[in-house]
């Protein structure tokens, strides 16, 4: 950072007025369930995908709710 300029380098970014939350707390949903399958089922590739999603799901619910 200089001169009061910050540079975010990001795959990705979203806007809380963007986000859905019912659709969020649906996908949270749906990733808690996928890595469960996947953990039953020890397929780590599936597993680290879901724990991918979730974490997405959750940082949305966070930043539209704020906690």
């Given at each position: ?58 940082n949305r619910i966070h930043v539209k709710t704020g906690k």
């Amino acid at each position: 950072m200089s001169d009061n300029v910050a540079s975010i380098v990001a795959d990705s970014a979203e806007r809380e007025r963007d986000i859905d939350l019912s659709r969020a707390e649906a996908a949270r949903q749906r990733a808690q369930q996928h890595l469960q399958e996947a953990q039953a089922q020890h397929d780590t590739d599936e597993a680290q995908r879901a724990q991918v999603a979730l974490q997405r799901a959750i940082n949305r619910i966070h930043v539209k709710t704020g906690k």
